[in-house]
């Protein structure tokens, strides 16, 4: 059934309502129904249980489920880390060696490059190391949440990951739907790779703002709210996780790196090897990556994480049985309210999905548009589709089967062909980075302990101001065909002028000196 300019109402209601209420979960829930109400002739109650049927379904996909298992261990895994002063002893341990604000940041973004193979993996992982040093130098929680999550998808649609074989597998689509036989999957991607611009240039202003410590915008009062009251969240604020409040003070002994760092480097050998075993069948590594079942992998890698936990706790005799029994249940509260929202997130995404919402963007394009606007109309629908839907593969998914044989018709040329699949990752990640309703952006939100709200509209000016940067570059390669490597390096310089127009220099404040050498106790 075509919905015509309705179908734009459900993730709209949701999305508005979001910014306007900060109540995520309700403004969720209202958009669903809103979808469901269409699409049942505005009748509230078979709208209301379309809804709810749908919730079910969310929980029944065994790929969510999985995700759910996997974000329930993540809790008891960091529960085990806490309450054993883990994260005490690696926040002692990076007050010796990080001395500074800037520090933290440049951290975090440094680490964030290095964890690359799975955006999730990366954002729990980076997230744990420094949420505990981030409180002690008072980085604001909104900042930190933006690092990670720029440092997640954005890193891993470029290196070895399962991200990188999802999109081989969507150029495939492409290439077979545009006859084209002249290249390997593999080799449209790495043609792909330098007009994902937005990733590129995502990765390289998160580190001037690490490297130069300026802000600007909403991010920058985060900032100095931080720096100088102490509030690492909002007044009025909730955070997606507060492990401090929900598990108390960690045990009164002596804090081990060994129990911050063993959990960890077990979930990170354990997924890894989940990535192999699940695609195993595969003969050379991209195949591998490409059978393997990232959500599977994730999950044995928390349960082994949270096992871990069992163990140091047992084996170092700090909890009897119940005790560590307790600690695993207490990680399980942790993630409750952030896994209803991951559920409400995926029930969007399918609400969305079943009114043709991309669909109906696509139309909007036209059958008479220049191919010189046809890189930043790509981009932008992506934008679209990904921010309203929350999911970036989805868009992939829809796109790039599309857009290749788009260009390669206008174009006759493979490489214009390839280069429009990096522009659809570019449109499709911005969403999955930075919509209220992605996944990632919610898990970025739990592993940095921030108000899920304040984390977005933190960060939305920094990924738009990206995004505007990379639509101009565009421009300039559908109407003089530019060199990527002169867009990348203009829209780099673009970026510096930016950041240094609209920010005053690093938030320093003075404060007193126990205020600088506080460490999580």
Not at 299 to 309: I, K, N, Q, S
Not at 330 to 344: D, N, P, V, W
Not at 458 to 485: D, E, I, K, R, W
Request: net charge negative; aromatic share 10%.
């Amino acid at each position: 059934m075509d919905y015509g300019y309705w179908v734009v109402l459900p993730p709209l209601v949701a999305i508005v309502l979001c910014f306007i209420t900060k109540q995520v979960v309700v403004s969720l829930f209202v958009g669903i129904l809103t979808g469901g109400m269409i699409m049942c002739g505005g009748n509230p109650v078979a709208g209301l249980e379309y809804s709810l049927n749908t919730l079910v379904g969310s929980v029944a996909d065994e790929w969510n489920a999985t995700i759910l298992l996997f974000t329930l261990l993540m809790g008891s895994g960091i529960a085990f880390i806490w309450k054993l002063g883990g994260s005490r002893a690696m926040a002692d341990w990076a007050m010796k060696k990080i001395k500074t604000r800037r520090g933290v940041g440049i951290g975090t973004y440094l680490l964030g490059l290095l964890i690359f193979f799975n955006d999730g993996v990366n954002t729990a992982i980076v997230g744990n190391v420094f949420r505990d040093v981030a409180k002690a130098k008072r980085v604001s929680t909104e900042k930190l949440s933006y690092l990670l999550d720029s440092t997640a998808a954005p890193v891993a649609t470029f290196f070895i990951s399962d991200w990188i074989a999802f999109q081989v597998g969507m150029i495939q689509s492409g290439l077979d739907g545009a006859g084209i036989t002249s290249i390997s999957a593999f080799e449209g991607y790495l043609k792909s790779v330098p007009l994902n611009l937005y990733c590129i240039l995502t990765v390289i202003f998160v580190g001037f703002i690490a490297f130069t410590g300026r802000d600007f915008g909403p991010m920058r009062k985060a900032e100095q709210r931080a720096r100088t009251t102490g509030d690492l969240v909002r007044a009025d604020g909730q955070p997606m996780m507060d492990v401090g409040s929900e598990l108390g003070e960690p045990l009164d002994v002596k804090p081990l790196l060994l129990n911050m760092v063993l959990p960890i480097v077990v979930l990170i050998a354990v997924a890894m090897f989940g990535f192999y075993w699940t695609g195993r069948e595969g003969t050379t590594l991209m195949e591998i990556l490409g059978n393997s079942d990232p959500s599977k992998a994730l999950f044995w890698g928390a349960f082994a994480m949270t096992l871990t936990g069992i163990v140091l706790a047992l084996g170092q005799k700090l909890m009897g049985f119940k005790e560590a029994m307790d600690t695993m249940m207490e990680g399980f509260k942790l993630m409750l309210i952030a896994s209803f929202i991951l559920i409400l997130a995926w029930t969007m995404g399918t609400v969305t999905k079943d009114m043709k919402l991309a669909d109906f963007l696509i139309t909007l394009i036209g059958d008479n548009v220049s191919y010189a606007y046809v890189p930043a109309i790509i981009f932008v629908l992506g934008m679209l589709i990904s921010f309203g839907t929350g999911t970036s593969w989805g868009t992939m998914t829809i796109l790039t089967p599309i857009a290749i044989p788009l260009a390669y018709q206008m174009t006759g040329s493979v490489d214009a062909a390839m280069a429009m699949a990096g522009v659809v990752f570019s449109g499709a990640i911005f969403g999955d980075h930075c919509s209220p309703i992605s996944d990632t952006t919610v898990l970025s939100s739990i592993f940095s302990g921030a108000d899920h709200m304040d984390h977005v509209s933190t960060q939305v000016p920094y990924a738009a101001t990206v995004a505007g940067v990379t639509f101009l570059m565009l421009l300039a390669y559908g109407f003089f065909q530019t060199s990527p490597l002169v867009l990348i390096g203009v829209g780099t310089l673009l970026l510096a002028g930016v950041l240094y127009g609209l920010s005053a220099g690093p938030v320093r404040e003075q404060l007193p000196l126990e205020a600088e050498t506080e460490s999580i106790s």
